[in-house]
């Protein structure tokens, strides 16, 4: 089989999870790829090959956490047992809350009874669940967090549902310049001037708006984003402190980023737009992993070799009589042979082969666009991934294409 000259370099997954010097991975892609069952695989594999490791999860489907016997949100890592881990392996799991992670920041950072003021506060409870971009914040305040206790030697990060893998990056800027940004300015005007400033800015017409955003969103609404702002306004300076340190430490050579793309165009797409954005900001990038890439036992066999084949068996005329069919769409019914299956199979081999070089193709496109990046693919198994057994699976594949 011709791969032509442009092959990437493999992804080597055992070589990074072995790497003493490997103490973080991120998983990062588009909605949907595959990052929670990657980041799950590779943690269990580099546990069970003799490392200390935690699995942040952000969402993880139901059976998977449950998998990992983690059942609920808790925000604490909890042990997966594994009995056949070389000494030194360990695996810890755990699911994000970022509800819960935002409290313990303001507990933490805030004292008693202004933290108890802030945590009440209606602006706040919907910021800390809501706002866009709060879930990706949280994930790296997490991992900053669990990179501090220096308990595990490495940590395996999933990344929020987004759109866009660049969201993860994006998150601490957006959310410092949403608390720093002009509505909230104006909104806070009265409370953060005071005096003959407060003064010069009422009369500069801020209280008629004011006024007029007091009448469109509540005086209680106003109020409580006014005290939420005063109130955290003293702990605004180490939130972005953290938030700095916490992607520095994303460009160090122990970080290493995996981009996940399932072999279509928007995922990558977006995979392109990652790597791009990676190098810009110096972050290191261990590879793509191609994720639910099919494949065929019967590979050989050309779609064109098959249709023909398929045609063959049918009475002489019938080649083209390719009706829907009446089996819903798909891989039409042949009529009037004495060989239906065999001319259905056929044909769903051709098709399935017409994927496989459309995938084909666009890896091709991708890896063309980066020469350099280093992938490794994994096979679409047969059904969900969510149990320990199924995970294991993907590790292989991640290692022994
Ligand atoms: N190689 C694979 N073969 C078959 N199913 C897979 C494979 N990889 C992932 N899946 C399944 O695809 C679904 C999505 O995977 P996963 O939850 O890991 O994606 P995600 O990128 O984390 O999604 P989200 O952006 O929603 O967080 C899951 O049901 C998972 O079991
Ligand atoms: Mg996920």
């Given amino acids: 089989m011709t791969e032509g000259t442009g092959a990437p370099p493999r992804l080597d997954a055992d070589r990074l999870l072995d790497d003493p010097r490997t103490r973080i991975i991120v998983c990062c892609g588009s909605g949907g790829v595959g990052k929670t069952t990657t980041a799950a695989a590779l943690g269990l594999r580099a546990?069970?090959?003799?490392?200390?490791?935690?699995?942040?999860t952000v969402d993880p489907a139901r059976?998977?956490?449950?998998?990992m016997g983690l059942s609920s949100l808790d925000n604490t890592p909890r042990p997966v047992p594994l009995p056949d881990a070389p000494g030194g392996g360990a695996l810890h799991a755990m699911m994000l809350d970022m509800k819960r992670t935002f409290d313990e920041i303001v507990e933490a950072h805030a004292d008693p009874d202004r933290a108890e003021q802030i945590l009440a506060n209606p602006f706040y409870q919907s910021l800390s669940s809501s706002f866009a971009g709060t879930q990706e914040y949280m994930a790296m305040?997490?991992?900053?967090?669990?990179?501090?206790?220096d308990q595990w030697d490495l940590i395996v990060v999933d990344t929020p549902p987004s759109r866009s893998a660049l969201d993860f990056l994006d998150a601490p800027q957006r959310l410092s310049r949403f608390l720093d940004g002009r509505l909230i300015k104006l909104l806070t005007a009265p409370t953060r001037a005071s005096g003959r400033a407060y003064l010069k800015v009422v009369n500069a017409g801020f209280g008629v708006f004011t006024?007029?955003?007091?009448?469109?969103?509540?005086?209680?609404?106003?109020?409580?984003v006014q005290t939420f702002v005063a109130a955290f306004d003293t702990m605004f300076g180490g939130f972005r402190e953290r938030a700095e340190d916490t992607y520095r430490l994303l460009q160090t050579p122990g970080t290493a980023f995996v981009v996940v793309a399932t072999p279509e165009p928007d995922a990558l797409r977006e995979a392109s737009y990652f790597v791009e954005r990676l190098s810009e900001d110096r972050m290191p990038l261990a590879g793509l992993i191609l994720n639910r890439v099919h494949r065929s036992p019967a590979a050989r066999l050309s779609a064109a070799r098959s249709l023909a084949a398929a045609e063959a068996l049918l009475p002489a005329g019938a080649e083209n009589a390719q009706s829907a069919g009446a089996n819903g769409g798909g891989v039409p019914l042949a009529e009037g042979?004495?060989?239906?299956?065999?001319?259905?199979?056929?044909?769903?081999?051709?098709?399935?082969?017409?994927?496989?070089?459309?995938?084909?193709?666009?890896?091709?496109?991708?890896?063309?666009?980066?020469p350099g990046v280093p992938v490794a693919r994994v096979t679409a198994q047969p059904e969900d991934v969510h149990d320990l057994a199924a995970l294991r699976?993907?590790?292989e594949a991640l290692s022994h294409d």
């Fill in 141 to 149: 305040e997490k991992l900053g967090q669990l990179r501090r206790t």
């Fill in 47 to 56: 546990a069970e090959r003799g490392r200390h490791v935690v699995v942040l």
């Fill in 337 to 370: 042979t004495k060989y239906p299956l065999a001319v259905a199979a056929l044909r769903l081999h051709a098709e399935r082969m017409q994927l496989i070089a459309a995938e084909r193709r666009l890896a091709q496109r991708f890896t063309a666009a980066h």
């Fill in 63 to 67: 059976r998977l956490a449950q998998s």
């Fill in 211 to 224: 006024g007029i955003v007091t009448k469109i969103i509540g005086a209680q609404v106003l109020r409580d």
């Fill in 393 to 395: 699976v993907i590790g």
